[in-house]
């Protein structure tokens, strides 16, 4: 019989080879950079197609959104072999960057100009997200994203794109599908559906209060959301689990093995659609965690890229 005080220890120790894994790889230049704003965060990276992925003619869009927990210590970067290994599959791909959480100053202010009108965490650590800057940067790079598009890339097709992201990317991914759904007081929100062909959210951290009660990525979700006094009011404009049905082509993928943003949260928003009157397709991976779904050695990433082929093509 296994040694029941063993096995914690040992899905520890795979979900930190598997992150080590995802993380190895050399970050990849794109062919181009472009501005969405005049802050240094409001840029998006193009990979141009590397090679055949479908049947010919313009190539789809992928737009990426990079996770790290809205903080400010993960950027674009650790998801541009991602992003390249897409490129490779055919697609034309679009990665964003956006501003994340600041660095708590040793007084509790933010050590960045602007800061996150978070609450700031225990440790005096990085804060997840800035608001309302997190969203206000996303809405924005996404409706400058066509003309953009056509400018460097040529040969993509920006009526064909699919909306992709990972972890907390992720959960921007599904929110940015349903801006047509905000409140009507928001100022991100679009008269009608965003034109995508679909959105394949990875591990995504899908309903923020599931994501509160597990204390997901050490309480992510309450930082975003600017802590305790602002979680409640604030969840309407930004919880993905709030804003349904899209009535947009959804996937989500996710690790059974995922020990950063459990299956439960994945569950709950695939859920919450089903009780809107949407189906939501959610497709669960045995023995993967959470990094494997954008490691190009991995063959969950592979998975990933023919759920995005299928929406896509």
Avoid: N
């Avoid at 979900?15 to 965060?41: F, I, M, R």
């Avoid at 996770?67 to 490129?87: I, M, Q, T």
Wanted: hydrophobic share 45%; net charge negative.
């Amino acid at each position: 019989m296994p040694d029941a005080a063993a096995e914690p220890d040992t899905a520890a120790g795979r979900a930190a080879a598997q992150e080590t894994s995802a993380l190895s790889h050399p970050a990849v230049d794109p062919d181009a950079t472009a501005g969405y704003g005049v802050h240094p965060d409001q840029v998006i990276d193009f990979y141009a197609p590397r090679g055949a992925g479908g049947p010919g003619g313009p190539v789809p869009v992928v737009v990426v959104l990079h996770g790290g927990s809205w903080r400010a210590p993960y950027d674009r970067r650790h998801v541009s072999p991602f992003a390249d290994f897409l490129a490779h599959r055919g697609f034309a791909v679009a990665s964003v960057e956006y501003r994340r959480g600041a660095q708590e100053g040793p007084g509790g202010g933010s050590g960045e100009a602007g800061g996150s009108g978070g609450a700031g965490s225990a440790g005096g650590g990085p804060v997840a997200g800035r608001w309302p800057d997190t969203f206000a940067d996303v809405a924005a790079a996404l409706d400058a994203l066509p003309a953009l598009v056509r400018r460097h890339l040529p040969g993509a097709d920006p009526r064909r794109t699919v909306l992709t992201g990972h972890s907390a990317g992720g959960h921007l991914a599904l929110w940015a599908a349903a801006r047509h759904l905000l409140p009507a007081d928001a100022a991100w929100r679009l008269d009608r559906p965003a034109p995508l062909r679909g959105v394949v959210a990875l591990a995504p951290i899908a309903d923020l209060e599931v994501a509160r009660e597990l204390r997901v990525c050490g309480g992510a979700a309450l930082e975003l959301l600017g802590g305790e006094e602002h979680f409640e009011e604030r969840r309407p404009y930004v919880d993905p689990a709030l804003l349904l049905p899209t009535g947009i082509a959804t996937t989500l993928v996710q690790g059974r093995a995922d020990v950063d943003v459990p299956q439960a949260v994945a569950e709950a928003y695939a859920d919450a659609a089903a009780k809107a009157g949407e189906v939501v397709c959610l497709t669960l991976l045995e023995d993967v965690g959470h990094f494997p779904l954008i490691d190009p050695a991995a063959d969950a990433c592979a998975v990933v890229a023919e759920e995005i082929a299928q929406l896509a093509w």
